[in-house]
């Protein structure tokens, strides 16, 4: 069974500095990579998207993927207290054509 | 332009209580997903539908769970004789292309429905 695996947290990271965020997956044949952002009570919410191996910068985010070592990560720069947040990893592929998600890391931002 | 809408935002159902969720996805999206999050989870995936055909239900849970898109826009995820496990918030997501050959695209999901049974 394909599976997305995070860290829990909470990630506590001062303002401004770098917030870096990772996820592993288990099924090889996973083509497509996304991070989600989640506020309290709310659903998610498309920040990146990754599809090949190497880094995707879309302003303050840069996503990295690795397939040899099935892993992907989430870089926040300048983090601002708005980027407090559960970030999820989605994985496509493996059988199912919907989404896999890792249960979420939880980011805070300390002003 | 106009996200993915659904309705209702909130659901109290009792148990045994048949429930309708609706779905009204991004305009010409072609797929179109359901996902169930329950809290402190990610979301997961229920069914997904390319248009109107319904390829992907390998998620439902049970039989009591039904979903449908009948013309390719609207869709209505159904809950039969609704159970305590079943309190959880309900997403759809839409996507502009087709999941092919295991690459889905960006999902954009809506706001969700709450249900709790009680």
């Known amino acids: 069974q394909k599976e997305v695996e995070q860290n829990s947290g909470p990630l506590s990271v001062p303002e401004g500095a770098i917030a870096s965020l990772n996820c592993t997956y288990s099924?090889?044949?996973?083509?497509?990579f996304f991070w989600y952002r989640q506020y309290s009570g709310k659903s998610p919410e498309l920040i990146m998207s990754?599809?090949?191996?190497g880094d995707k910068e879309d302003g303050r985010f840069t996503a990295q993927l690795n397939k040899a070592s099935q892993y992907v990560s989430l870089l926040i720069r300048d983090s601002q207290p708005s980027d407090s947040a559960t970030y999820l990893c989605a994985v496509s592929g493996g059988g199912a054509d919907g989404l896999t998600f890792g249960k979420g890391t939880h980011l805070i931002i300390q002003p | 332009g106009a996200g993915v809408s659904q309705s209702p935002r909130y659901k109290v159902a009792k148990r045994g209580q048949d429930v309708a969720l609706r779905c009204d996805p991004i305009s010409g999206h072609v797929s179109l997903f359901w996902y169930q999050q329950a809290l402190g989870q990610g979301p997961e995936f229920l069914t997904y539908?390319?248009?109107?055909?319904?390829?992907?239900k390998s998620g439902l849970p049970s039989d009591r769970f039904f979903a449908e898109r009948p013309e390719g826009s609207v869709s209505t995820l159904k809950i039969q004789r609704t159970q305590q496990e079943d309190s959880a918030v309900y997403l759809c997501a839409s996507s502009l292309k087709a999941v092919f050959r295991d690459r889905a695209y960006e999902q954009y999901f809506g706001p969700g429905t709450r249900l709790t049974v009680t």
């Open positions: 539908f390319q248009n109107e055909a319904q390829l992907d």
């Open positions: 990754i599809y090949s191996n």
């Open positions: 099924d090889r044949v996973s083509q497509s």
